[in-house]
């Protein structure tokens, strides 16, 4: 196993992941935290861009693969490995495996649907084509040492349904990360921290 993919896995054996209240009737849905051992930057993280669509509160954004659980999917896991496998092509069940969950979180905007978010972090070994289907803009692998050091910390202006928001993201060239997968990936920067 890479060093860096056995001890993200260790570290995750090491705790339960944190599950969000349910104090009011909430959906649920799951991303994938895909990582990508690397020889030459220590491993890569996928980010998407999602497409632009009416009616997405996220169009636009760039995120992680995932979406709501259907009702064929026997748990939130299966979530994850059925949404990375449509938007952009990944089977991680016979290409990669799921090392385990990150903490679960809502949204902190009104504006958005009420929702649960599980990560998984999952990881590949082997080469995977990325293939976006039409919910996503682009695909790309990026250096998680690059997205994840302190000088890709930013503070950000968005806007979102015509409001304006001062944001902490990651900004990885053109691809500004922030909100929730800056929270998630905040959490999996804290997990991982030697």
Sequence with gaps: MHPFVARVSR????????RAERDEPYGEAAVA?????????????????R???????WSGQIGLP????????????????????????IDL???GEILGALDELRPRTPHLPPIIVRPYVAVVH????LRPNREVAEAR????????APSARVRTEV????????????????????????????????????
């Design 33 to 49: 935290v895909i990582l990508r051992p690397s020889v030459t930057t220590g491993a890569e993280l996928l980010l998407i861009r």
């Design 159 to 194: 806007s979102v349904r015509g409001m304006t928001f001062h944001v902490e993201a990651f900004q990885h060239e053109a691809f500004v990360v922030w909100g929730m997968t800056e929270r998630i990936l905040t959490g999996f920067a804290d997990l991982i921290a030697p």
């Design 11 to 18: 570290a995750l054996e090491a705790r339960e992941a944190r």
């Design 141 to 148: 692998w990026v250096s998680l040492d690059t997205l994840l």
């Design 66 to 89: 995932g979406g709501r659980i259907d009702r064929t999917d026997p748990s939130l896991e299966a979530t994850a490995i059925r949404e990375t496998r449509e938007e952009v092509g």
């Design 126 to 129: 082997e080469a995977v084509d």
């Design 51 to 57: 497409a632009e669509r009416e009616g997405d509160p």
């Design 93 to 95: 069940a016979r290409a």
